[in-house]
């Protein structure tokens, strides 16, 4: 009867400690794990990528959060500065920014939704969507084609703010395509084309 005892206890002894082992978690180098009730003040504890901790049964609980950079595309039609329409197209590389505060506000806003990558994607695209209108409404169009760069950076650090209270940041940002449905641009190039062949026939002229 002791044998039996004792056997049953070294089984439940090793059943246990299986169970605690299956408690610790290795993160993933693409998430960021976020363990609630770790703390009394409720503060959620961050697990790094790569990172691994233990997540005790019942009274703790983890989720993650994806840490890989989000590549958006997003087109705006706006009015600059003159009122006159242009199309505007952009690229931008996105991510979860790497401080605790960063983590913590990203987590607040986009855990538990039903598809996390998704709704970053979409929040980032908005928020760039809306700076970007914004930045064109105070150029005109000779300023958004002759500095491209310019336009780049003031969109990039109207966004920036913006998108630093939902936990994200900008790794790139780059102005892809300017173009506008009345030919507005097409014909700022006109005098320069005409200047460039009245030149091309005086020097055939001359030679």
């Known amino acids: 009867m002791m044998l039996y ?4 206890l070294v089984v439940l002894a090793v059943l246990l400690g299986l ?21 009394r003040n409720g503060e959620i504890k961050i697990i790094r990528p790569g990172g691994r901790d233990f997540v005790l049964p019942i009274i703790q609980s983890i989720q993650y959060l994806p840490f890989t950079q ?17 199309d505007v197209s ?19 806003r986009f855990l538990g939704k039903p598809n996390t990558d998704q709704a970053i994607a979409d929040s980032a695209r908005n928020a760039l969507i809306g700076s970007l209108r914004s ?10 084609i002759s500095d491209r760069d310019a336009l780049q950076q003031n ?17 790139v940002l ?3 395509e300017i173009t506008d449905e009345g030919g507005y641009i097409e014909s700022l190039g006109v005098p320069e084309q005409q200047r460039v ?3 091309a026939r005086i020097a055939r002229a001359n030679a």
């Open 70 to 86: 989000n590549t958006i595309g997003f087109r705006v039609t706006a009015e600059d500065e003159n009122k006159i329409n242009v």
């Open 5 to 8: 005892a004792i056997i049953a």
């Open 155 to 171: 969109v990039f650090d109207d966004a920036k703010s913006v998108m630093a209270n939902m936990g994200l940041e900008i790794d």
């Open 174 to 176: 780059q102005i892809s």
């Open 197 to 199: 062949e009245k030149d």
């Open 90 to 108: 952009a690229v931008a590389a996105v991510k979860v920014g790497d401080s605790d505060e960063q983590v913590r506000a990203a987590a607040k």
């Open 135 to 144: 930045i064109v409404g105070h150029m005109t169009i000779t300023d958004l």
């Open 19 to 39: 169970y605690m082992l299956s408690r610790v978690v290795v993160v993933p180098s693409n998430l960021t794990g976020l363990v609630a009730g770790s703390t």
